[in-house]
């Protein structure tokens, strides 16, 4: 793999995070010292800790603005909090950010971040580019491994260390535009590279559905990074009870993982089917609030060589989705050191989508990106024994 380049980050980008290095010490929101971490406070947290210093409500509004709009982490530059306030906050509290452990960058352009957190822990997050214009997505991680093992998944083989908190969800994207240099955020539907974010990382977001919640409503307040729902796609393998949820609550685009269309088959393949089988799932998807002709629910679809990619498998597959406002995302599967599966060729995928295509669904193929690096979707996978075996080549 010699396109791999570690610590890929150039000069520039290195001094950028540098300068907002992460506040290093045990899990949590409160470090060691005591002081607490602003980033990953909802508005009225942040209001009853500034109430604690005899500070008025307003100065959220303004706390806020630098924290999330300019993307400041030193009190001292938050000018218009005066010196005294200024002073007060950098005792009780800090902004801080995950630690960029390593970084590397695809021959294609995608980058995948190492994140480490106050404990120790680390998680992957991978910023896509798009191919033809200049923005593209970044894919975040919600928990450390994953307590699901998705048979085709690399981090289905890591086990669930914990979940992330909000601080660490939204710190993420804060950390990947500190490297891109992204602040101040541009109003949304104004260009910028990082415009779009996939909760497609590590983890099943719906079993950390709180903070997820949290990070994605402050992700997309509008006096803050601002993003749209419109921008923001969670991926579930399906975890149906908290799918109504998802479109009450917060809004976003919805992604299901199908990757079987017969209850055995995705028995096997997405163990959760068990639990919540293919005819509560396509229920679910039914009645998700929001979903529209503009609005499509997306079903990824790993193709698997030999295993789901027949043209009987197509046929259910449009079976199951008539009448839903729907695309399907063909996955090529990626694969990974020790993973029992192989790609469908080329010719297969094609039919596969034309069949979808004839029955009036969009099916794009995803190209898979990043996989020189193992960061294409589920190649994600940060033991540190692989992580270091990630270091050792060249
Ligand atoms: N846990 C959530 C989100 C993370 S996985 C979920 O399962 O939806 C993101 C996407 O990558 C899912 O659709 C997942 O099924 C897919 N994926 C996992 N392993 C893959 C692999 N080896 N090749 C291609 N896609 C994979
Ligand atoms: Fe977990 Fe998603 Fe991987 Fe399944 S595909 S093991 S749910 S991360």
Redesign the pocket.
């Known amino acids: 793999m010699s396109a791999m380049r570690d610590d890929s980050l150039t000069e520039a980008e290195r001094a950028r995070i540098l300068a907002k290095a992460a506040l290093f010490d045990p899990p949590g929101d409160v470090l060691a010292d005591g002081r607490r971490d602003l980033v990953g406070l909802s508005r009225a947290e942040m209001a009853q800790a500034l109430a604690a210093l005899d500070e008025p409500a307003f100065r959220v509004k303004q706390l806020w603005h630098w924290i999330y709009h300019r993307g400041v982490t030193e009190f001292a530059a938050m000018t218009s909090l005066g010196r005294p306030l200024q002073t007060r906050l950098a005792e009780g509290f800090v902004v801080g950010r995950p630690l960029v452990a390593s970084c590397q960058t695809s021959r294609d352009q995608t980058r995948k971040f190492l994140f480490r957190f106050r404990d120790g822990q680390e998680a992957e997050t991978v910023y896509i580019p798009d191919r033809e214009e200049d923005r593209g997505a970044v894919c975040l991680s919600t928990q450390v491994g994953?307590t699901?093992s998705?048979r085709?998944?690399?981090?289905g083989t890591q086990r669930l260390t914990r979940n992330l908190g909000a601080a660490e969800i939204v710190g993420q994207f804060m950390a990947a535009r500190d490297a891109y240099g992204e602040w101040p955020s541009p109003a949304d539907g104004a260009t910028r590279l990082l415009s779009t974010i996939v909760?497609?990382?590590m983890?099943?977001?719906l079993y950390n559905y709180a903070n997820v919640a949290k990070a994605m409503t402050i992700v997309m307040d509008g006096e803050g990074i601002a993003l749209s729902r419109r921008r923001i796609t969670l991926?579930?393998?399906g975890v149906v009870p908290m799918m109504d949820r998802v479109g009450e609550e917060l809004g976003v685009n919805l992604?299901v993982?199908l990757?079987a269309v017969r209850d055995d088959l995705r028995d096997e393949l997405v163990p959760l089917n068990r639990k919540y089988p293919i005819a509560a799932l396509m229920a679910a998807c039914r009645r998700f609030p929001g979903a529209s002709n503009t609005r499509r629910i997306t079903f990824?679809y790993?193709m698997l060589k030999g295993v789901n990619d027949s043209d009987a498998d197509a046929r259910e597959l449009i079976r199951l989705i008539a009448g839903m406002p729907a695309k399907v995302n063909l996955?090529p599967?990626?694969?990974?050191p020790g993973?029992a599966y192989e790609t469908s060729p080329a010719e297969r995928v094609a039919k596969f989508a034309q069949a979808i295509n004839d029955a009036g669904f969009s099916a794009p193929v995803r190209a898979p990106r990043g996989r020189d690096i193992l960061a294409?979707?589920?190649?994600l996978k940060t033991t540190s024994a692989r992580a270091r075996a990630d270091l050792a080549q060249d």
């Open positions: 994953c699901l998705c085709f998944c690399h981090t909760l497609m990382g983890g099943e977001p991926s579930t393998s992604a993982s990757h990824e790993v996955i599967f990626n694969p990974w993973s294409a979707c589920g190649q």
